[in-house]
């Protein structure tokens, strides 16, 4: 692949300096890795012990370590201990855990598809688990398998059933066009998106839980919740990390992959569902929540360069501290959607972004 596509979505060497010791800095991977991991650290802790009962720090930190084994005094009351550990422990972990998955979905099929303005719901994954969210308000059935209820079962499985049939259809039109790909999955979005607005007509007085599943949140997050959707997000994100050279090899365009060995209709298909599970995953635990997977490894990318390996785990680590953050603030509003929330910081940082690389892309 050449010329105008090559352009689109490689950035310039040049575009690190735009950054100042931003840019620098994104040269030391490593060192930027580790100011990550503080700083998420940091916004965790802080999430953990501020909200309408606020809780000191180093009682936090002794609730926390005392939890996990070290031999501290307990010198609190028993209400904080579950606070702590039963309601903002696990938002926050859950929070990290939807925002990581996200970012990296979103990297991934930037990377397959070759566009850095690609998100996590570019192939009707939102559009999925929103009609099955719909569908799961509509049926008059209480079903619950380990603190998941129908509305979460059938949204993971409307995300990764809509992203599969976008593949399959792929398949057969020839998986060597993306853009037989993306209009595949633009017609299947339209399609369950006519879906869902017929479920919204008919849902009645449950139209605020739909609506509840479209703006996005994490009230309903519990260590049962987080016990099943992380080890999928952890897992796809490792798989996905592991063919970070098959990733690299996939944005120099079909032929120059297939010419490096690799077999591109196999191992994209398997990006694309390893990124759809991600996806899923977080999806059925938190609602749709936008801007999260665009921003941050669009961020990430302008950094560091369009490096796989360095950009996978680093939009994991950006996508975690931002919907850490926008929780904490959509929590100290008055538990307001959170999907708002990133959505108003997101959207501030991505035009930022457009701005200072303007001339990172030829469009």
Sequence with gaps: MT????????????????FGRLGQLGQRPGLLAAIGIAVLLVVMMVAVAAGSVSIHIATTLGIILRALGFPITETWAASTTTIVLDLRVPRVLTAAVVGGGLAVAGATFQGLLRNPLADPY????????ALGAAIAVLIPVQLAVLQ?????????????GATAAVV?????????????????????SSLLAAGLAMAMYASGSELRQIFDFLLGGLGGA?????????????????????????LDGL???????????????????????LAALA?????????LIGFVGLVAAHAVRLVVGPEARRVIPLSALFGAILLVVADLIARLLGEIPVGVVTALIGAPIFVWLLVRSRSAYEV
């Design 3 to 18: 010329g105008r596509t090559m352009r689109l979505s490689r950035p310039r060497t040049g575009t690190r300096l735009r």
């Design 122 to 129: 570019v192939l009707g994954s939102a559009s999925g688990a």
């Design 148 to 160: 998941l209820g129908l509305l979460n079962l059938l949204a993971f499985a409307g995300a990764l």
């Design 168 to 188: 399959a259809i792929g398949h057969r039109r020839g998986m060597g066009s993306m853009t037989t790909l993306l209009l595949t999955g633009y017609a299947i």
């Design 222 to 246: 519990s260590w049962a919740r987080l016990a099943i959707a992380a080890p999928l997000v952890i897992g796809a994100t490792i798989a996905i990390q592991w063919r970070a050279g098959v």
């Design 251 to 273: 944005l120099l365009g079909d032929e120059a992959a297939a010419h490096l060995g690799v077999n591109v209709g196999r191992e994209r298909t398997i990006l694309l569902g």
């Design 279 to 287: 996806t899923a995953a977080a999806v059925a635990i938190s609602g």
